[in-house]
């Protein structure tokens, strides 16, 4: 397979083959490129505030001198970054980068216990963190290596705007709970004390780690994908060379409603784009369907990137078809399976065709692509390999199958992962000696190179784009006294691709499924969490007592 790439005859005019990532030594050295070359461009956007690149610039080198000078930290030491889509998170962002640091994205609403996890893990010895998630950090810091703290609230950057905002969210909306630490700076006493202290640049080659992008596993423990400056640099290269005929340097106007701690939205949205000096509409709650709507009629934006159900949600918002899309050229599907009906709407209503790309955390994340191209309309497939990638169809002995065969999906090229953070044995089961990452997603090739995924040969569920592995479900629901057994599934559901559904043998026949819910609502993030719960007698399970969850998914697609 890798040796014919039929892809490569049917690549968009103007798409190179290979991309040359000597391009950029780092992500910090595309930053500078930007700033320079875009300096009086608006950057991003949030709530009507608006930072150009040159203003980014100046904050991200603030915080940078920040870390290094007040903090003392060097390349190569961690930094946590616990916050949705707000303007301190780019500056955190870059400036964290420049300084050399590995930055370790932290999605807000963890548990107690699976934020302790992750900070322990990853060795972090600091975090910027949003004020209304300070009070979970509060409960596991001295569990961890951190030693140093960032604080900030929603409207520190906004001026008189942001000073009602913050008042809003802590006292009418009670959104932020009593905190205490003590030790904490905040972020904007953190950018003073930083513009001290001149940015010594750091020397960063591509072997260099840049993110720890944590990712579940079949374990159901949390890994720590290693995505080096390399790679993110490779995948920045490979996207923008597809994309490249269609994006105007300097005038693309980006909807990032995706939080830029998932990787999609990090490379998609806030690497990519800048690259190019796009400004970045930072949406900080999207699941405001009509206020999201309303910003978008606000702005005559060219590009859109979301998961299947933030699209399907879109387009039964009220207002939604009165936007204005004369201006939109691209709109960006992935995370989870784009739907047919949804992309066919989409184009219906807005006159832009919904392209789907297909990645992972560990391939930083695109691996494919659908070409892009005048007249193109939903494929149903998830594209086909960009530049330098090669996509190969996989038996479970690593033997690559033929064009139309169905295997496992492997990906090949610059942007896979260096590997799991400290986690050797992981790694080897999903990165072959030669470099081949195995997804866990069965598919295959048809003769013009085009992939299409048939089933996962994992049992992870995707929620609204987000992996949800039944392993740590079942673990946690059973530490609860009252159940005996536990096996958890993905079962189809319109608004978020999958919902979680638990099956349950009781050890105490009073247990009850409100019970039960309001356990996992006190250790689970709430995509984690059940949406529907099934008591039962016994599980199915093979003949070594393995339970079965295959049956259990098969008897749900069986009609009565």
């Not at 930072?51 to 390349?75: C, M, N, P, V």
Request: proline share 5%; hydrophobic share 40%.
């Amino acid at each position: 397979m890798s040796n014919e790439r039929p892809w490569l005859a049917n690549y968009p005019t103007g798409v190179p083959a290979q991309i040359d990532l000597d391009t950029y030594a780092s992500v910090a050295a595309v930053m500078e490129e930007a700033f320079t070359r875009f300096r009086d461009r608006p950057a991003f956007t949030n709530f009507g505030k608006t930072l150009d690149y040159g203003q980014i610039d100046t904050l991200s080198r603030q915080f940078a001198g920040y870390l290094t000078g007040e903090l003392k930290l060097g390349k190569g030491d961690r930094i946590a970054i616990m916050m949705p889509n707000v303007l301190q998170y780019p500056i955190a962002l870059f400036g964290a980068l420049r300084a050399g640091l590995v930055v370790v994205n932290t999605n807000p609403m963890y548990t107690a216990r699976e934020l302790k996890h992750q900070l322990e893990d990853s060795g972090a010895k600091a975090i910027v963190v949003l004020d209304n998630f300070a009070a979970t950090l509060q409960q596991v810091v001295a569990e961890t290596h951190v030693q140093h703290i960032i604080t900030t609230g929603i409207g520190d950057l906004l001026g008189a705007k942001g000073v009602l905002i913050n008042f809003v969210l802590k006292h009418v909306k009670k959104m932020v709970p009593a905190f205490h630490l003590p030790q904490a700076v905040r972020f904007s006493d953190a950018l003073t004390r930083g513009a001290a202290h001149p940015l010594t640049p750091v020397a960063l080659t591509h072997d260099d780690v840049a993110f720890l992008q944590y990712t579940g596993g079949t374990t159901g423990v949390a890994k720590g994908a290693m995505l080096t400056h390399g790679n993110m640099v490779a995948n920045m290269l490979q996207a923008g060379a597809w994309f490249a005929s269609k994006i105007h340097p300097g005038e693309e106007i980006i909807i990032t409603a995706l939080p830029l701690y998932h990787i999609f939205a990090l490379t998609c949205n806030c690497l990519i784009f800048l690259r190019f000096g796009g400004r970045s509409i930072l949406i900080t709650n999207p699941r405001d369907m009509p206020a999201f709507v309303k910003e978008l009629a606000s702005i005559k934006f060219t590009a859109i990137t979301g998961v299947n159900t933030l699209f399907n949600g879109l387009l039964h918002t009220p207002g939604f078809d009165k936007v204005d899309f004369s201006r939109l050229r691209m709109s960006f599907g992935g995370g989870m399976a784009v739907q047919r009906a949804v992309a066919d709407k989409w184009q219906k209503v807005t006159g832009c065709v919904l392209i789907e790309g297909y990645g992972m955390t560990e391939s930083s994340p695109v691996a494919t692509i659908n070409p892009l191209v005048d007249g193109a309309r939903f494929s149903g497939s998830i594209g086909l390999p960009i530049p330098s990638t090669d996509i190969s169809i996989q038996d479970d002995d690593g033997k690559q199958l033929a064009l139309g065969e169905v295997g496992e999906i492997c990906i090949h090229g610059p942007q896979v992962m260096k590997g799991y953070w400290n986690q050797p044995v992981e790694t080897s089961k999903v990165l072959s000696s030669d470099g081949w990452l195995r997804t866990g997603d069965i598919g295959r090739i048809d003769e013009m190179g085009l992939v299409y995924i048939v089933d996962r040969k994992k049992d992870m569920i995707l929620v609204s784009g987000f992996n949800v592995y039944p392993n740590e479900v079942e673990d946690i629901v059973m530490q609860h006294p009252g159940v005996l057994e536990v096996a958890a599934i993905g079962v189809p559901d319109e608004h978020s691709g999958e919902v979680v559904k638990l099956f349950v043998v009781r050890k105490d026949p009073n247990l009850t499924e409100e019970a039960l819910r309001q356990f996992t609502r006190e250790n689970l993030t709430g995509y984690k969490r059940p949406k529907l719960i099934e008591f039962r007698d016994a599980l199915p399970k093979s003949n070594v007592g393995k339970i079965l969850r295959r049956e259990l998914r098969d008897e749900k697609k069986t009609p009565a």
